[in-house]
Nanobody, 113 residues
Framework: QVQLQESGPGLVTPSQTLSLTCTVS??????????WAWIRQPPGKGLEWMAG???????AYSPSLKSRTSISRDTSKNQFTLQLSSVTPEDTAVYYC?????WGQGTQVTVSS
């Protein structure tokens, strides 16, 4: 059973860079055909796909967030990381990492001074 666990700061100051890490267990992030994504849900809104990285390391970004996002991975730790720069209160959301079949429990991130 693949399990995903998000980690990161619960509170971020506006204009700073948010960094979130997803640790995968029970399976390898390099397993053929898998795609690993970051998805968020702002309060009262729907899910928003942000970025993802394929099993072979090729990244993909939402056009609306591309200028502020970066995704990377550490295969030795079986982790992938999202960085979101220049955060504003509108980036307040529950952030999930997912392989679409499997989901993390989500982590609340609040952007506030």
């Amino acid at each position: 059973q693949v399990q995903l666990q998000e980690s990161g700061p619960g509170l971020v100051t506006p204009s700073q860079t948010l960094s979130l890490t997803c640790t995968v267990s029970g399976g390898s992030i390099t397993t053929n055909s898998y795609f690993w994504a970051w998805i968020r849900q702002p309060p009262g809104k729907g899910l928003e796909w942000m970025a993802g990285i394929a099993y072979n390391g090729i990244p993909a970004y939402s056009p609306s967030l591309k200028s502020r996002t970066s995704i990377s991975r550490d295969t030795s730790k079986n982790q992938f990381t999202l960085q979101l720069s220049s955060v504003t209160p509108e980036d307040t959301a529950v952030y999930y990492c997912s392989s679409y079949t499997y989901w993390g429990q989500g982590t609340q991130v609040t952007v506030s001074s």
